[in-house]
Nanobody
Framework: QVTLVESGGGSVQAGGSLRLSCIAS????????MAWFRQAPGKGREQVAR????????YYGDSVQGRFTISQDTTTNVVHLQMDILKPEDTAMYYC????????????????????WGQGTQVTVSS
């Protein structure tokens, strides 16, 4: 079992920045890939970024490419999501997720690819 706890959400004006963190605990040796998803009111869950736990390989959604950066600290089992140049459309609940298999360009792109989930942290961007 892997437990994920997110932090760092909040309210910010458009153009601002926030940094989300996700702490993984439990059977973290079983983690191959971690990701951030988001869900806006009335919409489905969308993957923002994912990172391979062992080699640090990263993949980003088109809507955040160039503005968001996912990173990891394997010594403390923490994954960060640095969000810059935030837009009102980035407003959503952000979730951390983990899976045992590593991710590739196609593997790990979907919500159902991940079996472990955090409770989420709210990000609100005002115009």
């Amino acid at each position: 079992q892997v437990t994920l706890v997110e932090s760092g959400g909040g309210s910010v004006q458009a153009g601002g920045s926030l940094r989300l963190s996700c702490i993984a605990s439990g059977y973290t040796y079983n983690v191959g890939c971690m990701a951030w998803f988001r869900q806006a009111p009335g919409k489905g869950r969308e993957q923002v970024a994912r990172i391979n736990w062992r080699d640090g390989g990263t993949y980003y959604g088109d809507s955040v490419q160039g503005r968001f950066t996912i990173s990891q600290d394997t010594t403390t089992n923490v994954v960060h999501l640095q969000m810059d140049i935030l837009k009102p459309e980035d407003t959503a609940m952000y979730y951390c997720a983990a899976r045992a298999l590593f991710c590739t360009v196609v593997a790990g792109a979907r919500e159902l690819d991940f079996g472990y989930w955090g409770q989420g942290t709210q990000v609100t961007v005002s115009s």
